[in-house]
């Protein structure tokens, strides 16, 4: 597509339940990035895709955290057992080599009630 | 270890005056790339400029500009004559050169008001 989409674009959990987080990178891009942001925060990295590989996942902030990745197209954040610190808006980026030109999505904004 | 450090917390000027915003960052690679991006308050993040760690040339882009000094390991954004559309929080980021994959390394991020 034309940019990188993300979707749900909201999303309202309980406490405990388990969320999947979408997102469909620009076509083409071999290298697909997930972040997450705080209210009033910086972003944070979380996991970064080459293809299906993931050589780095070093910001996962917890084993509750997972991600996959089809090829070099759509990735799945998962999200077990949502805790609400989790509240945050989750971007994903993706490019096409391992340095510049990343594009952001506009986020899903995940609420843990 | 990366780091990027935006001092500025928030910063308010009135409108058509001039402001820098403020980048200091830290890397062992001998070659990188420098970013600032805009996140106005829809929430998108709006690419504005990447800046390789070879070219220490300063760049103008209508009201924007960048100066990059790499003796100070710092990469300034200065807004002439700014209007109220400039009020955002500004990032500045950094990613490496190796062939593993190049995260973007984001400073915390300065708020900017524009007011009337």
């Known amino acids: 597509g034309a940019g990188v989409s993300q979707s749900p674009s909201n999303k309202v959990t309980e406490k405990g339940k388990d969320v999947e987080l979408r997102c469909d990178p620009i076509?083409?891009?071999?290298?697909l990035y997930w972040y997450r942001q705080r209210l009033g925060q910086g972003l944070e990295f979380l996991i970064y895709?080459?293809?299906?590989?993931?050589?780095?996942k070093s910001g996962l902030p917890s084993d509750r955290f997972s991600a996959e990745r089809t090829g070099e197209s759509v990735s799945t954040l998962t999200i077990q057992r949502t805790q609400q610190e989790d509240s945050a808006v989750y971007l994903c980026?993706?490019?096409?080599?391992?340095?510049?030109?990343?594009?952001f999505g506009s986020g899903t904004r995940l609420t843990v009630v | 270890a990366q780091k990027v450090t935006q001092a500025q917390t928030e910063i308010s000027v009135v409108e058509k005056e001039d402001v820098t915003l403020d980048c200091v960052y830290e890397?062992?690679?001998?070659?990188?790339?420098l970013f600032w991006y805009k996140q106005p308050p829809s929430g998108e993040l709006v690419f504005l400029i990447r800046?390789?760690?070879?070219?220490?040339q300063n760049e103008i882009s209508g009201r924007y500009s960048w100066n990059f000094q790499k003796s100070t390991s710092s990469f300034n954004f200065t807004i002439t004559a700014s209007q109220v559309v400039d009020s955002a929080v500004y990032f500045c980021?950094?990613?490496?050169?190796?062939?593993?994959?190049?995260?973007?390394?984001f400073g915390t991020g300065t708020q900017l008001k524009v007011e009337l």
């Open positions: 076509s083409g891009h071999t290298a």
């Open positions: 980021a950094l990613s490496g050169y190796t062939g593993g994959g190049n995260k973007l390394t």
């Open positions: 980026a993706s490019s096409s080599a391992n340095r510049g030109g990343y594009t």
């Open positions: 890397t062992r690679d001998t070659t990188y790339y």
């Open positions: 895709f080459q293809g299906n590989s993931a050589p780095d």
């Open positions: 800046r390789n760690s070879f070219d220490e």
